[in-house]
């Protein structure tokens, strides 16, 4: 299965903080992409890193990648209050994406 | 930026009948996608289409359920008579297919719900 398994399940900071999140897949892959999810809303696309890459910076979020150990990272810096959702990792070798349970984040102000 | 809408936000709907989600993807996209999110289920992969034919469905996705592109601009996901276990939020996604390694771009997502 593609389907990635995201770690922590919840995650509880304060504003300001940062927040790891971490996934790991088992199958070989030619990216993975972070999802965010607000409660009620669609997915939003966050961040893509291909299979070659190592790691990738977009604003506030790092995202790293070790295809030898089938993990990733995301990394949220200097967290706010708006940040508060679930995010998902979706390990992708075709265009199919298949989601798992996600992290839910909760970022107090 | 260029969205993915869909319409409606909310549908409710007897047990047996009918129901057309309506989907406007991204308007260069190639590739376009059904997903459902049971309530607080993880988000499912139902079927993806490219070239105007399916080109992948999960088990999800039985003989109730179709897809069509009618236009140039649609993309819509039909259950033919719906039973209380398809209520959820359905979303659709588009992808850029001219060139590899490209996110999908989802919409907000209709909520649908049997009676």
Not at chain 1, 46 to 75: A, M
Not at chain 2, 49 to 56: A, L, P, V
Not at chain 2, 77 to 101: P, V
Request: proline letters at 4%; glycine letters at 6%.
């Amino acid at each position: 299965s593609q389907q990635g398994e995201e770690d922590p399940q919840a995650l509880s900071i304060q504003e300001g903080e940062n927040a790891t999140m971490n996934c790991s897949y088992k199958t070989s892959i030619n990216n993975l992409q972070w999802y965010r999810q607000n409660s009620g809303r669609g997915l939003v696309h966050l961040i893509l890193i291909r299979s070659n890459e190592r790691e990738k910076h977009s604003g506030r979020l790092r995202v790293t990648l070790d295809t030898s150990k089938k993990s990733s990272s995301l990394l949220i810096t200097a967290s706010r209050a708006a940040d508060t959702a679930s995010y998902f990792c979706a390990p992708a070798r075709y265009s199919t994406l298949t989601f798992g349970k996600g992290t839910m984040l909760l970022v107090s102000p | 930026e260029p969205e993915v809408t869909q319409t409606p936000s909310h549908q409710v709907t007897q047990m047996g009948q009918e129901v057309i989600l309506r989907c406007v993807p991204i308007s260069n996209h190639l590739y376009f996608y059904w997903y459902r999110q049971i309530l607080g289920q993880k988000v499912e992969f139902l079927v993806s289409f490219y070239n105007n034919e399916i080109s992948e469905k999960s088990e999800i996705f039985d003989d109730q359920f179709s897809v069509e592109r009618p236009d140039g601009s649609n993309f819509t996901l039909k259950i033919r008579s719906t039973k209380l276990e398809d209520s959820a939020m359905y979303f659709c996604a588009s992808r850029d297919g001219q060139l590899s390694n490209q996110p999908q771009h989802f919409g907000d997502g209709t909520r649908l719900s049997i009676l």
